[in-house]
């Protein structure tokens, strides 16, 4: 417990977690709310061919729910991954981590402690986004004029519970990633690498290669846009970074693979932190 209390001190000490989750909160809005709206406001033609009453029902505070959760699977998903670099390679980057291993604690007191200290760190980064975008959705409607009608509860909770998963899979490479180059810059690189390159050019190409397509089946995109597609979000699939065109696939398959990455990435990095020296620096 006190590994704990001492960690989730440390996060709330470190400016990088409260600038993150600022960051966080600001894109989901701007994509998800903003630009959306100024596009109904301004673009005319969509008006005759009723496009304009779509994108408006998107947005109105019914719909929040199902409009905000298709930011989590990846732009979500790689804030929450720099979070776990940044709290737990920091360590290594500022030689703490030595210092913290000659204490009381065994290593694996103190890894599980940054663990669960991550793992509700992650919670205002979902129920602030979801209170944003209620706040959003509520004051368009307002503006045109429409009725206010909120989703069920239950829904509300299960879209959060399925977005803290989707975050907590992401935050678990970033701290693998942390301990295998012992460091945060390097660390940050691959992971950009991995969001940015490897997950998004096996999702591209798989739809003409059948092997990409099978292998796109395992990967953290995959999972996160299946899960929350199967709770009733709408995903889109134009060209960009955080695009997804398939394949989808069952809530079951889609958490058993999210808890696959948590697994293997917390247990690799809780071996490799248990056996190795940590006293150098990637």
Known sequence: MNSL??????????????????????????FS???????????????????DQVLLTELLPQNFVDNIMASFPFFGGTIALIVGVLF?????????LTYVFTQKASRMK??????????LALIPFVILVFLMALTASLLVAMREGQAVELPPLWHVAKAMGATWFIMAAWCSV???????SRGTALAIGLGIIYALVIENVIT???????LLGSLSE?????????????????????????????????????????????LFSLLLAAAILRWRDVAGNS
């Not at 591209?204 to 059948?210: D, K, S, T």
């Open 88 to 96: 737990v390679g920091s360590e290594y980057s500022w030689g703490t």
């Open 33 to 51: 709310y903003l630009l959306p709206y100024i596009a109904f406001t301004s673009d005319t033609s969509f008006r005759p061919r009723g496009i």
């Open 204 to 210: 591209v190409f798989g739809r003409q290669i059948e």
């Open 174 to 180: 970033g701290v693998m990633f942390a301990v295998l």
């Open 5 to 30: 209390l001492a960690q989730i001190l440390l996060i709330r000490k470190r400016k990088a977690y409260w600038i993150l989750l600022g960051v966080w909160l600001v894109l989901p809005m701007l």
């Open 110 to 119: 103190v890894f599980a402690g940054k663990i669960v200290a991550l793992a």
């Open 218 to 262: 395992f990967l953290l995109r995959t999972s996160g846009y299946s899960l929350i597609y199967s709770i009733g979000a709408s995903v889109q699939s134009e060209a960009g970074p955080g695009s997804f065109f398939g394949p989808y696939l069952s809530a079951t398959r889609s958490y058993a693979t999210l808890a696959a990455f948590i």
